[in-house]
């Protein structure tokens, strides 16, 4: 189904959507028109381009310096310039500047995902059942290039995680709140590092592409750095910079940020409370499911039409691990006990997003697996045959699932993602705004998503497409939207 197109805007949730849920996946000759972004850039995008290259970096600064000044009350900063009793300049001397201590910590963790990366071939898939690892071929590029992965996420995540409980229980060579202690600086290192990653691709695109076919240009500068001219930049055989930077180091920290908060908010307070549980087991479901689904993963958009540019390398080291973050590093400064009704349902509210979540896509990755010669909620699926042009003028065939989930909204799949990002959110209770940032950002997020791959998908299958949308009529929400 129209799925997975990942942002015009900083690098969002893990969401394991594919393209679309048509039964071809790859596709040789795909129109270059409808891959990735965009060939010309018209004066509203290139200004929503300036202002998220402007802004983005004051908006995560902005969460963050107002849990640590303010404790998280987002219009205390605001309020204080108002009437006078802070001006920025106050604001700014009392944010703690880059440390020695932080670029260290921030240099030898990039560099052990790096090695775990590059290094370390996977071994999960040989004794876990159903752990798809090791070499795996992604989807073809608009050129027709092939490119092969080393999948070893899972085993980067346990293995970073096993050394974490090992140090915690046993060696002791860092505490445990290292990550809370030097948030702040660690902040100005991931931004470094975000910058540097996205202009080098810039340069590396421009002057040394892996693939001189896979390249795109705009003719504007801000268009191209933001949005990426090439398509898979690597060095040597197995680097990849989408995979990498899409995946590790910020997914892999998510959960061992999570783990920071709480052993702070242990420290501060001297229990960790059941919020605080259910937000770090609830998103870590998510993040241990990126990484067990992560061969499928190259088969989504972000691998298999978006350029790597400034919003996935800054996005994935900036965007992604402090603001994803927000409801563990809120818990820190309010340590909210839920009642038992409330954190089952907290639970519960989870647990059933996870599963809508995780169903809907098995049954899109069963279909085009198996090219519809499967059983959906225990009957034989219902397509809508369908045909598109490729830029070569030749015409293609292909299927559109509307059994299951598929069946109730063209998108129900996000509603399961809605559903765990609200869950998030209501662990913290009521008291502040700023953890319900996060299902604010995703419900806009989605929203332009489901329009923008519906556009895409309408003009691929014409009137075939409006057959679709006569099957099912809604996109999200059945009988709303």
């Known amino acids: 189904m129209a799925a997975k197109s990942q942002r015009n805007v900083p690098k969002a949730k893990i969401t394991n959507d594919s393209v679309t849920n048509d039964s071809v996946t790859n596709d040789r000759t795909a129109s270059q028109g409808q891959w990735g972004r965009a060939w010309e850039v018209d004066w509203f995008s290139l200004g929503s381009i300036i202002f998220l290259l402007l802004c983005a970096p004051f908006i995560v600064y902005y969460f963050i310096m107002a849990c640590d000044q303010y404790s998280c009350a987002l219009t205390g900063p605001v309020v204080d310039i108002a009437t006078g009793r802070a001006r920025l300049s106050d604001i700014w001397a009392?944010?703690?500047?880059i440390t020695r201590k932080a670029a260290q910590l921030y240099t030898l963790w990039v560099t052990f995902q790096v090695l775990l990366y590059t290094s370390l071939p996977d071994f999960c898939h040989k004794f876990l059942p159903g752990y798809v690892g090791g070499i795996q071929e992604g989807a073809v590029t608009p050129a027709g290039v092939v490119n092969k992965y080393q999948i070893n996420g899972l085993q980067a995540w346990l293995l970073t995680h096993l050394l974490w409980f090992a140090n915690a229980h046993l060696l002791s060579w860092f505490s445990p709140t290292i990550i809370f202690d030097n948030w702040i600086p660690l902040l100005w290192c991931a931004n470094i590092l975000g910058y540097a990653v996205s202009t080098f691709a810039m340069v590396k695109g421009y002057f040394f592409p892996t693939s001189a076919r896979d390249c795109k240009f705009t003719g504007n500068f801000f268009y191209n750095y933001m949005m990426g001219v090439e398509f898979n930049p690597r060095i040597g055989k197995w680097f990849d910079f989408k995979l990498f930077f899409n995946g590790r180091p910020g997914i892999v920290a998510w959960t061992l940020i999570n783990l920071s908060f709480a052993a702070k908010q242990r420290e501060l307070h001297g229990h960790v409370t059941n919020a605080?549980?259910?937000?770090?087991?609830l998103q870590a479901i998510y993040v241990i499911d990126f990484f067990w689904n992560e061969t499928w993963y190259l088969k989504t958009i972000d691998i298999c039409h978006d350029h790597f540019g400034w919003y996935l390398g800054w996005g994935d080291c900036v965007w992604l691990p402090y603001l994803y973050t927000l409801q563990g590093l809120y818990l820190?400064?309010?340590p909210v006990q839920l009642s038992t009704p409330h954190a089952v349902g907290?639970?519960?509210?989870?647990?059933?997003?996870?599963?809508?979540?995780?169903?809907a896509n098995h049954q899109?990755?069963?279909f085009r697996r198996?090219?519809?010669?499967?059983?959906?909620w225990g009957k034989k699926p219902k397509v809508i045959e369908c045909s598109y042009m490729s830029a070569d003028g030749q015409?293609?065939?292909s299927k559109l699932l509307v059994s299951g989930f598929w069946g109730v909204a063209r998108h129900f799949n996000y509603v399961g993602d809605l559903m765990g990002s609200l869950a998030y959110c209501l662990a913290c209770g009521g008291g502040h705004l700023l953890p319900y940032f996060y299902i604010i950002y995703m419900a806009i997020l989605l929203t332009h998503r489901c329009l923008r791959d519906e556009h895409r998908c309408a003009s691929k299958y014409g009137r075939d497409w409006e057959r679709y949308t006569a099957a099912v009529p809604y996109r999200l929400l059945p009988g709303i939207f």
């Open 276 to 281: 605080m549980v259910l937000v770090n087991v």
């Open 94 to 97: 009392k944010t703690p500047p």
């Open 370 to 376: 198996t090219d519809g010669r499967c059983l959906i």
């Open 332 to 334: 820190v400064y309010h």
């Open 346 to 359: 907290v639970l519960l509210l989870g647990l059933v997003g996870y599963y809508i979540f995780r169903v």
């Open 364 to 366: 899109k990755d069963l």
């Open 395 to 397: 015409t293609h065939h």
